[in-house]
Nanobody, 125 residues
Framework: QVQLVESGGGLVQAGGSLRLSCAAS????????MGWFRQAPGKERAFVTS????????YYADSVKGRFSISRDNAKNTVYLQMNSLKPEDTAVYYC??????????????????WGQGTQVTVSS
Protein backbone atom coordinates (compact mmCIF):
# COMPACT_ATOMS: atom_id res chain seq x y z
CA GLN A 1 0.00 0.00 0.00
CA VAL A 2 1.08 3.60 -0.57
CA GLN A 3 0.00 6.83 1.07
CA LEU A 4 -0.08 10.03 -0.98
CA VAL A 5 -0.03 13.62 0.25
CA GLU A 6 -0.39 16.55 -2.13
CA SER A 7 0.82 20.07 -1.47
CA GLY A 8 1.39 23.32 -3.32
CA GLY A 9 -2.13 24.37 -4.22
CA GLY A 10 -3.40 27.88 -3.73
CA LEU A 11 -4.82 30.99 -5.33
CA VAL A 12 -3.11 32.43 -8.39
CA GLN A 13 -4.00 34.95 -11.06
CA ALA A 14 -4.58 33.90 -14.63
CA GLY A 15 -1.28 33.53 -16.43
CA GLY A 16 0.53 32.57 -13.25
CA SER A 17 2.22 29.35 -12.22
CA LEU A 18 2.00 26.80 -9.45
CA ARG A 19 3.95 23.67 -8.67
CA LEU A 20 2.16 20.80 -7.00
CA SER A 21 3.98 18.05 -5.17
CA CYS A 22 2.81 14.62 -4.17
CA ALA A 23 4.84 12.78 -1.57
CA ALA A 24 4.45 9.03 -1.33
CA SER A 25 5.16 6.70 1.54
CA UNK A 26 4.75 2.99 1.90
CA UNK A 27 5.70 0.47 -0.73
CA UNK A 28 8.24 1.08 -3.48
CA UNK A 29 7.32 4.31 -5.21
CA UNK A 30 9.11 3.45 -8.41
CA UNK A 31 6.76 0.53 -8.93
CA UNK A 32 3.79 2.82 -9.62
CA UNK A 33 2.59 4.73 -12.61
CA MET A 34 1.61 8.12 -11.20
CA GLY A 35 -1.17 10.37 -12.37
CA TRP A 36 -2.73 13.73 -11.66
CA PHE A 37 -6.46 14.23 -11.93
CA ARG A 38 -8.66 17.20 -11.18
CA GLN A 39 -12.25 17.74 -10.23
CA ALA A 40 -14.11 21.01 -10.60
CA PRO A 41 -17.39 21.66 -8.77
CA GLY A 42 -20.25 19.77 -10.38
CA LYS A 43 -17.97 17.88 -12.75
CA GLU A 44 -16.49 14.43 -12.89
CA ARG A 45 -12.90 13.75 -11.97
CA ALA A 46 -10.81 14.26 -15.09
CA PHE A 47 -7.41 13.04 -16.22
CA VAL A 48 -4.69 15.69 -16.35
CA THR A 49 -1.39 13.87 -16.84
CA SER A 50 0.50 10.69 -16.00
CA UNK A 51 4.06 9.48 -15.85
CA UNK A 52 5.48 6.01 -16.18
CA UNK A 53 7.38 4.22 -13.43
CA UNK A 54 10.77 5.24 -14.80
CA UNK A 55 9.60 8.71 -15.78
CA UNK A 56 10.38 8.06 -19.41
CA UNK A 57 6.81 8.27 -20.71
CA UNK A 58 4.30 11.01 -20.03
CA TYR A 59 0.79 11.72 -21.23
CA TYR A 60 -1.27 14.90 -21.04
CA ALA A 61 -4.85 15.90 -21.50
CA ASP A 62 -5.26 18.13 -24.54
CA SER A 63 -6.44 20.97 -22.34
CA VAL A 64 -3.09 21.20 -20.53
CA LYS A 65 -0.58 20.25 -23.23
CA GLY A 66 2.17 22.80 -23.51
CA ARG A 67 1.28 24.39 -20.17
CA PHE A 68 1.64 21.62 -17.59
CA SER A 69 4.58 19.32 -17.00
CA ILE A 70 4.75 16.19 -14.87
CA SER A 71 7.96 14.81 -13.41
CA ARG A 72 9.01 12.43 -10.68
CA ASP A 73 11.96 11.86 -8.40
CA ASN A 74 12.00 8.22 -7.38
CA ALA A 75 14.80 8.85 -4.89
CA LYS A 76 12.54 11.32 -3.08
CA ASN A 77 9.32 9.35 -3.58
CA THR A 78 7.72 12.45 -5.07
CA VAL A 79 5.84 13.37 -8.21
CA TYR A 80 5.46 16.97 -9.34
CA LEU A 81 3.05 18.92 -11.48
CA GLN A 82 4.37 22.20 -12.85
CA MET A 83 1.48 24.33 -14.04
CA ASN A 84 2.19 27.40 -16.15
CA SER A 85 -0.03 29.88 -17.98
CA LEU A 86 -2.88 28.99 -15.68
CA LYS A 87 -6.43 29.76 -16.75
CA PRO A 88 -9.61 30.18 -14.70
CA GLU A 89 -10.86 26.89 -16.16
CA ASP A 90 -7.95 25.12 -14.45
CA THR A 91 -9.65 25.81 -11.12
CA ALA A 92 -10.28 22.48 -9.41
CA VAL A 93 -9.19 20.15 -6.67
CA TYR A 94 -6.10 18.35 -7.91
CA TYR A 95 -5.44 14.76 -6.88
CA CYS A 96 -2.41 12.59 -7.35
CA UNK A 97 -2.92 8.88 -7.76
CA UNK A 98 -0.85 5.71 -7.96
CA UNK A 99 -1.40 2.78 -10.30
CA UNK A 100 0.35 -0.44 -9.35
CA UNK A 101 -0.76 -2.44 -12.38
CA UNK A 102 0.39 -0.04 -15.13
CA UNK A 103 -1.84 -1.67 -17.75
CA UNK A 104 -1.68 1.42 -19.92
CA UNK A 105 -5.15 2.85 -19.28
CA UNK A 106 -3.61 5.89 -17.68
CA UNK A 107 -6.61 8.16 -18.32
CA UNK A 108 -9.06 6.02 -16.33
CA UNK A 109 -9.43 7.01 -12.67
CA UNK A 110 -10.37 3.48 -11.65
CA UNK A 111 -6.98 2.17 -12.80
CA UNK A 112 -5.48 3.99 -9.83
CA UNK A 113 -5.86 2.22 -6.51
CA UNK A 114 -4.37 4.91 -4.30
CA TRP A 115 -5.32 8.57 -4.05
CA GLY A 116 -4.23 11.61 -2.13
CA GLN A 117 -6.62 13.89 -0.30
CA GLY A 118 -6.46 16.59 -2.96
CA THR A 119 -5.24 20.16 -3.05
CA GLN A 120 -7.28 23.15 -4.18
CA VAL A 121 -6.08 25.24 -7.10
CA THR A 122 -7.98 28.44 -7.78
CA VAL A 123 -7.18 30.65 -10.74
CA SER A 124 -8.69 34.12 -10.71
CA SER A 125 -9.38 36.09 -13.86
Amino acid sequence: QVQLVESGGGLVQAGGSLRLSCAASGRTFSGYTMGWFRQAPGKERAFVTSISRSGGTTYYADSVKGRFSISRDNAKNTVYLQMNSLKPEDTAVYYCAADANSRGYYWRPYEYAYWGQGTQVTVSS
